[in-house]
């Protein structure tokens, strides 16, 4: 039984912990209005404003600080940010990156991504957090025309990670009068794209990060997005809804199996690849019948999709871009779609058309071409090689040497799901593959793991994944225990609660009993393909 403390004894600790209070409010209001010096930070700036800073009790009691830093070009746009002091700091930091092309500030306040429903976010354990617009601001984020300013470009290509960065630990040392014990970052998508970034350029900055689906080949992306529309757009090549309900259902029928559990997953892509052929639903005649047969031209156009695409060189020595994973149970229409009109429109505009020709036209109109008024399925990537290797080397992540971070100490989390049909997995493949082959397979091991997740998209999929990553995380950079036996959960509304364990690459769960749409991570193993 616990024994209830004497008034005498709780009343100076209800007194000091409301001077606390106190003073914790005074130090948050005091941050507004003061400037942040441009020698503060470590990139080139005109300094930063703290523009409001505003004690809030939800989702835990915090300190939120909302402000701009200023370019060095005063045509630039400002980066905006917003970085979030609890009460109750546990001296960590996690820096969060963003979506799309970005342009609205993103706030630090979501769950780590793909975490559990339940789990708090990372304010409310007490972090830290922190983000920004990336250095420019839109209504839309799959607006280009910031890529036309050189600054601007730069900030979206990585440096506003940089400068955020170096604002937020400013307004800790000027809140807590401490330095941080442990500063973290994660990100998926075009935040994982940023998370890489930030490792790879100050990887002094950083003890671990949560990288999931990553554009990391920002330039390349959208290079192959561009060539998979251009091939779809040929005469005869288009595909209606009725051509994709003929193929999803195919390529599942051939290779659901494979792993062992016909549960609508491919889980063993390996053993796909080898095993499903698109000549098995060519028309005879070569002549297209939708939701029949496959005519010539739109077998030619998918064996484009499927396909690797070739690129000048890449930032890091990277050159080309992985297939994506069409004949592999991903479905064509994914996170974008294919469009309600078999015609493109210029520029292309979303839900009218293509979704990768909408995401790769700002970057090949904006910043390869810097001609609002280009067609983006004429462009020819061969008469533009200088500036689309300068372009990647403004903004891609995919060097293949890691060892300032993993010297550091730093440790990563690498995930992607293998029906992403936004960002094709083989490019973080391919990545990995080429870190391990300049680091070494044992080296790579101690700092880095990866997982490939069957049947998740960008998001979404037959298996909606959930995953303990930022536990995972704090308990290799802290404890020094590297993640193993971690389980993937399935939030899909239809089939919810199931779970398989996640298999550091190349292993893939294979069940070891008879299994349908429900199952338990005890029903797999990892298995080598």
């Given at each position: ?32 209005g ?73 706030t ?30 839109s ?10 300013n050189e ?24 809140m ?15 935040g994982?794209?940023e ?16 990288v ?10 959208q ?34 199996a494979?792993?062992g ?149 730093g ?29 070494g ?18 998001g ?25 036996g ?15 364990p ?6 893939y ?21």
């Open positions: 039984m616990r024994t209830a403390l004497p008034l005498f004894v709780m009343a100076p600790l209800l007194a000091t912990a409301a001077q606390a209070q106190t003073s914790f409010e005074r130090s948050c209001e005091e941050l507004e003061i400037t942040i010096d441009a020698q503060q930070i470590g990139l080139a700036t005109g300094g930063a404003v703290i523009e409001t800073a505003s004690v809030l009790q939800e989702p835990a009691e915090n300190c939120e600080v909302r402000g701009a830093i200023a370019p060095v070009d005063e045509a630039a746009p400002d980066i905006r940010f917003q970085v979030n002091l609890p009460f109750d700091w546990n001296r960590k930091l996690l820096q969060y990156g963003g979506g799309g092309y970005n342009g609205s500030v993103v630090g306040l979501d769950p780590v991504k793909f975490n559990p429903e339940d789990a708090p976010t990372p304010l409310e354990q007490g972090y830290v957090t922190f983000g920004s617009d990336s250095g420019h601001q209504d839309s984020s799959l607006d280009g025309t910031f890529l036309m600054e601007a470009l730069r900030n979206f290509g990585g440096e506003q990670i940089k400068k955020t960065r170096d604002v937020a630990m400013q307004l800790v040392s000027q807590y009068d401490a330095a941080p014990e442990h500063t973290y970052v994660q990100g998926s998508s075009q994982g794209h998370a890489m970034i930030a490792i790879q350029r100050w990887p002094g900055d950083y003890d671990g990060v949560i999931v689906h990553p554009a990391n080949s920002f330039v390349g992306l290079l192959s997005g561009n060539r998979a529309a251009q091939a779809l757009y040929r005469e005869d090549a288009w595909l209606d809804p009725s051509d994709v309900e003929l193929l999803n259902p195919t390529v599942l029928e051939a290779c659901d494979l792993d559990a016909e549960d609508g997953l491919v889980s063993n892509t390996a053993a796909c690849g080898q095993t499903f052929e698109i000549t098995s639903l060519a028309c005879d005649d070569g002549q297209p019948e939708h939701g029949v047969c496959f005519g010539d031209a739109q077998i030619e156009a998918l064996n484009v999709i499927d396909t690797r695409t070739e690129t000048p060189p890449l930032q890091g020595g990277a050159q080309g871009f992985s297939g994506w994973p069409i004949f592999l149970g991903a479905d064509l229409y994914g996170l974008w779609g294919m469009g309600t009109q078999p015609q493109p429109t210029v520029p292309p505009t979303p839900v009218e058309n293509f979704g990768l020709a909408v995401l790769a036209d700002p970057a090949i109109r904006y910043g390869i071409l810097r001609d609002p008024g280009a067609n983006s399925l004429e462009f020819d990537p061969s008469q533009h090689a200088e500036r689309i290797t300068e372009l990647s080397e403004i903004t891609d992540a995919v060097s293949a040497d890691m060892s300032a971070f993993a010297d550091a100490g440790k990563v989390l690498l995930l992607h799901g293998t029906t992403d049909f936004a960002i094709p997995f083989g490019n973080t493949v391919e990545w990995y593959e080429r870190v391990r082959e300049e680091m397979p044992e080296a790579t091991g101690e700092f880095m793991k990866f997982w490939l997740q069957p049947g998740f998209g960008h979404s999929g037959a298996f909606q994944m959930r995953w303990n990553s930022l536990e995972a995380l704090e308990a290799w950079v802290e404890e020094g225990t590297p993640p193993s971690l389980v993937a959960t399935d939030a899909a509304e239809e089939t919810a609660g199931r779970s398989m996640l298999c550091e690459y190349p292993a769960p294979h069940a070891t009993v008879a299994t349908s749409g429900t199952y338990e991570a005890a029903d797999f193993e990892c298995r080598q393909p």
